[in-house]
């Protein structure tokens, strides 16, 4: 994958957060096991397999994300509007990776979201991953998996 | 002048940023009708008027294909401008949104600025976006 793969998603996610929800970050070594709250998720899909995009982060910083999205302050956002936030992050995220790969095949799918715990997935075997830190702390991480049909 | 508008897409929170980034933009906004797919829209349609409709491609039940193709057939939105605000990559689906009677698009991640040139274009209403609110002076 991997480093290209790597500067791919972090070139993405730079771009979506900063332009949607006017946040940056700062980018990390992706460790396994980090205590984030919320997932979201979409996939790529061609006749082959399947590119999984996970996004996770903490809710603080989900929280934070969706009142700048939505223009409103922190106390006004609600568990509906959290969601939704995050899965556009995922949508668009999967949307800018699709452009960078180029490839006419693939075709992107629905994204949705869960709150860590609840539905979780087992992304260690992902083969590319991102961490990012907003102003110093650790804030989520961003994995994708190819997954063959 | 005022514009009846209609927004689809399946995030309400993307509805209602696309609201806000039309209004910063200076588009006065009478009516605004929301669906969160195609066939919702053509629901709550139902012969009523609007100026211009604004859609996301990917959408469960009808997605952008299906609504364009659909709404074309009634005479009374044929020439309805559809904007579609999607993270559809392929140049070649885009296209195909325009040969199905698409007015123009925008990808998402989106800056005001391009949603309001390019509905400055399709609506042909410069002034109206002069006389608004400026991008610049907001504070969203």
């Known amino acids: 994958m991997a480093l290209e793969q790597e500067q791919v998603l972090r070139d993405v996610i730079s771009e979506v957060l900063e332009a949607m929800f006017f946040a940056m970050v700062d980018f990390e070594e992706c460790g396994p096991g980090r205590p984030f709250d919320y997932e979201s998720e979409i996939h790529l899909l061609n006749h082959n397999g399947r590119i999984a995009i996970s996004l996770r982060v903490s809710e603080g910083f989900a929280r934070m994300l969706t009142a700048n999205f939505l223009g409103i302050e922190e106390y006004q956002v609600n568990d509906d509007d959290l969601e939704d936030s995050l899965k556009e992050l995922a949508n668009m995220v999967g949307g800018g990776y699709h452009a960078r790969i180029n490839h006419p095949d693939w075709q992107l799918g629905i994204p949705r979201v869960w709150k860590i715990g609840v539905e979780g997935v087992d992304s260690t075997q992902a083969s590319a991953g991102v961490g990012f830190a907003f102003f110093g702390e650790s804030a989520g991480s961003a994995v994708v998996n190819y997954l063959p049909c | ?140």
Request: charged share 30%.
């Open chain 2, 1 to 140: 002048m005022s514009y009846n508008v209609m927004l689809v897409d399946d995030s309400r929170s993307m509805r209602k940023v696309i609201l806000k980034t039309l209004q910063l933009s200076g588009f006065e906004i009478g009516e605004c009708l929301e669906a969160s797919n195609g066939q919702e829209a053509l629901d709550i349609l139902e012969g009523k008027w609007i100026d211009l409709i604004l859609s996301d491609v990917h959408m469960p039940v009808m997605d952008g294909f299906g609504f364009i193709r659909a709404l074309r057939e009634k005479d009374i939105y044929k020439d309805t401008p559809v904007v579609f605000v999607t993270t559809e990559a392929n140049e070649d689906r885009l296209n195909q949104l325009m040969v199905l009677g698409g007015s123009g698009y925008i990808r998402k991640p989106f800056r005001p600025e391009e949603i309001r040139a390019l509905l400055g274009r399709i609506m042909g209403e410069t002034d109206g976006f002069r006389a608004g609110t400026s991008v610049e002076g907001c504070d969203f």
